[in-house]
């Protein structure tokens, strides 16, 4: 594939029309591409650190097509290897998660500590290698890994730029999640991972949707209203709370966080019926009125490119997914919270969650349904155009005053959490990660 077998498919015209061609969700030669220069050529992440919280833990995953472990030593560093044994092959460490001093290989007993450092080849005294043969050559082969605010990233490129300068305007929003509490956040117990046809970048477009929200969400904010007038009238008990943002199409805003990443926000009604909401007027004093704003009264969903958004909206979730073919994708689903809350936070929390993020909640098979839909309508090849035209009027580049007044730089900002043209970032990203890769 060479760059301009990549550069025609998104129109980039500002001020006139950004579009996308729907060959970029349906094209295998895309597909192998983006597995390449996107998911094995930039960071990706993979874990909180509150899944490999002491010593010797470790975690496994998946980056793109390669499977790989991310290990914490005795002095707390991460570190990530390909989970290969450097013998002939087999995964060494085969359980999602553990705690271990050593990783002995179960085909043939060789033994690694978390560092990679490849400790004993079984009966190497009588093995007869040739001279050249050192034992230290077979380490496990390493990937870069590095956290931010207790988010876990890993590449397989080591020659990738550093995490910092990747995550961008991001880090701004990844601050204000995990400072939900003085001891950070924790993923909750309980993972629901789900596979659903739809290109990955559905999943990379749709978190950050704030124009299908009253649409697809229909019935999620009819019941909402109705708990809310129940619960009013005395009629019935109300323990969810389910939490009401105001209309995304007249409110909020959007930005382009540099680097792909993007996000919306949008004012909440209710949101002292939220976990931290609950909190307010001590994380007032905490952070300040202004900070505390931000946090608890507003939603926020940040999706950091390409595979993961923080949610912190309906409730707070980390969801992160996956290609598994240009058409099927397979996303990882957790509720996180912050450390230490009040035994009434976390439940109103966790209700929230269920209700609205949960896989079997009202949100996913909504979506979802949208996904399958949007796939099948990506093979009308007679009609190849997507549009991402919404609010470019109003949209503007740099930062708009609120982001000025949260310390943030974004490429641009836009005014209401409804407009398409955050898109314009994550597609700008697309087409040069893609382009300078062919090249
Ligand atoms: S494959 Fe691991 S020791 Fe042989
Ligand atoms: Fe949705």
Known sequence: MKPEDVKWRIIDKPGETFKVHRSIYTDPEIYKAELEEIFEGNWIYVAHDSQLPNANDYFTTMVGRQPVVISRDDEGKLHGFINACTHRGAKICRKKKGNAKNWSCPYHGWVFNPQGEILDIKSLDTANYPDGFQKSDYNLTPIKVDSYAGFIFASINTEVQELEDHLAGAKVFMDMFSEQSEQGLEILPGTSVYTHHGNWKMQAENGVDGYHLDVVHASYLTLAGMRAKEAAEAAGGDNIKAIQPQNPDTTGGNYALGNGHVMIWIDIANFRDRGLGLQYDSLVERVGEHRAKWMAGRLRQVMIYPNVILFDGISTQMRHWRPLSQDETEV??????????????????????????????????????EFDACQEGYYGAKSPWQDFDRGMKSHQMGADDDARSIGLEPESSAERAADESLYHGEYRQWVKLLSEGAD
Do not use: H, M
Not at 335 to 364: H, M, N, W
């Open 332 to 369: 990882t689903v957790n509720c996180i919270a912050p450390v230490g809350e009040p035994a009434e936070s976390r439940k109103r929390r966790l209700r929230q969650y269920e209700d609205f993020y949960g896989a079997s909640g009202l949100a996913t098979p909504d979506d979802l349904t």
